[in-house]
């Protein structure tokens, strides 16, 4: 069975900083592309940052620069390091998993307030 676990959202003012993990298990976790969406209230579900099993990253124009994703094959954890937080940035954050199925974590809450 194949779970993915975040971790890590909450309250924050504007320029905070939280750190978001994702457990997985059921996966061969170092093969696979993991990554992070977001979904606002009203807002289609959007990719923010990918990282591959190589270890290339991708990110939305949105949180380059603020946004850093990076993984622990050891511990079957992908992180996404948020700075320099902005309102806008208030959505639940779901982990995603690329490889021979796809699968998605179950959400955690992170609101940015002004």
């Known amino acids: 069975q194949v779970q993915l676990v975040e971790s890590g959202g909450g309250l924050v003012q504007a320029g905070g900083s939280l750190r978001l993990s994702c457990t997985a298990s059921?996966?061969?976790?170092?093969?696979?592309?993991m990554g992070w969406y977001r979904q606002a209230p009203g807002k289609e579900r959007e990719l923010v940052a990918f990282?591959?099993?190589?270890?290339?990253?991708n990110y939305a124009d949105s949180v380059k620069g603020r946004f850093t994703i990076s993984r622990d094959n050891a511990k079957n954890t992908v992180y996404l390091q948020m700075n320099s937080l902005k309102p806008e940035d208030t959505a639940v954050y779901y982990c995603?998993?690329?490889?021979?199925?796809?699968?998605w974590g179950q959400g955690t809450q992170v609101t940015v307030s002004s």
């Open positions: 059921g996966i061969i976790f170092s093969i696979n592309t």
């Open positions: 990282i591959t099993r190589g270890g290339s990253t």
């Open positions: 995603k998993n690329w490889g021979t199925g796809s699968y």
